[in-house]
């Protein structure tokens, strides 16, 4: 199970940090994935982080500005998001991956709006 928590209005140019709670599973074993939705588009991934060795993607539109992390100790992982501009407005989910098994958490709203 995921819990995304973190989102809410905030003026441009300001920061938030997102919260991934996950329980069930063992987080260190799963690739977790931040991803975005605006209503009538696709859902895109904003990044993501490998479990074994740390390693972190990034969309090209947040590079910089975005840094993905994780807390195995507790079943946690975070999305800092700094110099927000009004375009990152979406719900934010996050996701768990490992072979066949793929979950994903309720979205929280991230509005940037001054």
């Known amino acids: 199970q995921l819990q995304a928590s973190g989102g809410g209005l905030v003026q441009p140019g300001g920061s938030l940090r997102l919260s991934c709670a996950t329980s069930?599973?063992?987080?260190?074993?799963?690739?977790i994935g931040w991803f975005r939705q605006v209503p009538g588009k696709e859902r895109e991934g904003v990044s993501c982080?490998?479990?074994?060795?740390?390693?972190?993607t990034y969309a090209n539109s947040v590079q910089g500005r975005f840094t993905i992390s994780r807390d195995n100790a507790k079943n946690t992982v975070y999305l800092q998001i700094n110099n927000l501009k009004p375009e990152d407005t979406a719900v934010y989910y996050c996701n768990a991956v490992s072979g066949f098994r793929n979950y994903w958490g309720q979205g929280t709203l991230v509005t940037v709006s001054s």
């Open positions: 982080i490998n479990p074994s060795d740390g390693y972190t």
């Open positions: 069930g599973f063992t987080l260190d074993e799963y690739h």
